[in-house]
């Protein structure tokens, strides 16, 4: 069954309680308080670490982490929902396990351009569901980031920030990821998408349709990339653009996958290619407020994620499905980096009730039910 969360935690009591969990565990005020949001990708799947473009959105799904600074380099970090994490900035952030790690290596890259970093203590929750392709880890990132960057004085943009987040994943986690989910979580702005050339990192905001309502849908399935074959996406990738002597697949056209003998790595190639041009188009659809020709690009881009790419799941597949069939939905897809999680449709604004009822009704969630929320877009913010 599908059915809303209360997700904002930013409002003044949610706040509130925030700061009153930071007294209780560290006996003073918090002297500052960050969220970030988590991020749903509209379409652009598996192009960022191709160099191509990507369209995602903020939601109110968000990371809040209450902070004050230590005298040292000890970091002491409680997190409602994994417990607490203990370790010195002086450290390998590879000592440090689980969770902690994602905080450590951020503050670890960080001090090499500020050797006296100070560590700090912290109270972290969150109402992003964890492992369901809505960037749990890189809100995570970018709100210590802004803590540190608060308590140290460092001159670091957002964008900076994003790409010290994205280090942390590739260096210390494992996940050959690419620069989509820090950036998201760092720039998007309230009641518009970002697209990102990731290419250039430069950024536009571009506006949803009035009559839309873009709606999450979490199949409750779960996945770790690191033991996905995320990492082997982006390797084939590689090869191709190597073997086709391109940069990267950004550079790459339809007409170069006839040279290419592999069955698999066209398939692969021809993914990359075609879904660079359908996140131009939807941006084109959405100026013109072509929400039918947005809603087919989306369900285009599925098919290709699924028949093309080979990232998508059984339980993705089926809640794809059902939202097709359900009333005012004008196109659907999985999101994020594939295998488990959620998947994001755009409906009818008029619509939405009977089209949460109708999926409500039709998908067999395996574990969790489904969240449903509309376009509500929260920027990073101290």
């Known amino acids: 069954m599908l059915k809303n969360r209360d997700v904002n935690i930013s409002n003044p009591e949610k706040i509130e309680i925030i700061s009153d969990s930071f007294q209780k565990q560290f006996g003073s005020s918090p002297d500052m308080i960050v969220r970030c949001p988590g991020r749903v990708n509209l379409i652009g799947e598996h192009t960022d670490y191709n160099d191509g473009f990507v369209l995602p959105i903020a939601l109110p799904f968000e990371t809040v982490i209450a902070a004050c600074p230590s005298a040292d380099a000890q970091m002491n970090l409680i997190s409602e929902e994994f417990g ?4 010195s900035l002086e450290d390998n952030p590879m000592s440090t396990s689980g969770w902690g790690r994602y905080i450590h290596a951020m503050g670890t890259l960080l001090a090499q351009s500020n ?3 100070l560590g700090w203590n912290g109270y972290i929750c969150s109402s992003i569901p964890i492992g369901a392709n809505l ?16 308590f140290g004085g460092l001159e670091v943009t957002h964008t900076e920030l994003a790409l010290i987040g994205q280090r942390v994943e590739n260096e210390f986690i494992g996940v050959r990821s690419g620069i989509m989910d820090q950036m998201a979580c760092a720039l998007s702005q309230r009641n518009t998408a970002l697209l990102i050339d990731c290419l250039t990192l430069e950024t536009s ?20 990339l690191r033991s996905s074959e995320y990492n082997r996406r ?3 990738c590689e090869s191709v653009a190597l073997e086709l002597g391109v940069p990267s697949l950004r550079n790459a056209s339809l007409e170069d996958i006839t040279n290419l003998t592999d069955e698999t790595l066209k398939r692969r190639t021809r993914h990359v290619v075609s879904e660079n041009g359908r996140v131009l188009d ?5 100026s013109i407020s072509d929400s039918f020709t947005a809603g087919q690009l989306f369900s285009d881009s599925h098919l290709s994620l ?11 597949n089926q809640i794809v499905e059902v939202a097709l069939g359900a009333p005012g939905c004008f196109g659907a897809r999985m999101t994020g ?7 994001v449709a755009l409906v009818d604004r008029n619509e939405v009730n009977n089209f949460c009822d109708f999926v409500k009704t039709n998908f067999a969630a395996p574990k969790a039910q489904p969240a449903i929320t509309s376009v509500m877009l929260y920027p990073v913010e101290e």
């Open 282 to 286: 939807v941006v084109k659809a959405f």
């Open 84 to 87: 607490p994490a203990h370790f």
């Open 135 to 150: 960037s749990s880890s890189a809100a995570l990132e970018i709100a210590a980031g802004m803590v540190f960057k608060h």
């Open 337 to 343: 980096g594939g295998f488990a999680g959620s998947a």
């Open 115 to 117: 050797p006296e970093l």
């Open 306 to 316: 699924r028949d093309d790419y080979d990232v998508s799941g059984p339980a993705l």
């Open 234 to 236: 982006r390797e084939s």
């Open 205 to 224: 905001m571009v506006s949803i349709p009035e009559d839309v309502t873009v709606v999450i849908m979490d199949t409750g399935t779960r996945r770790e």
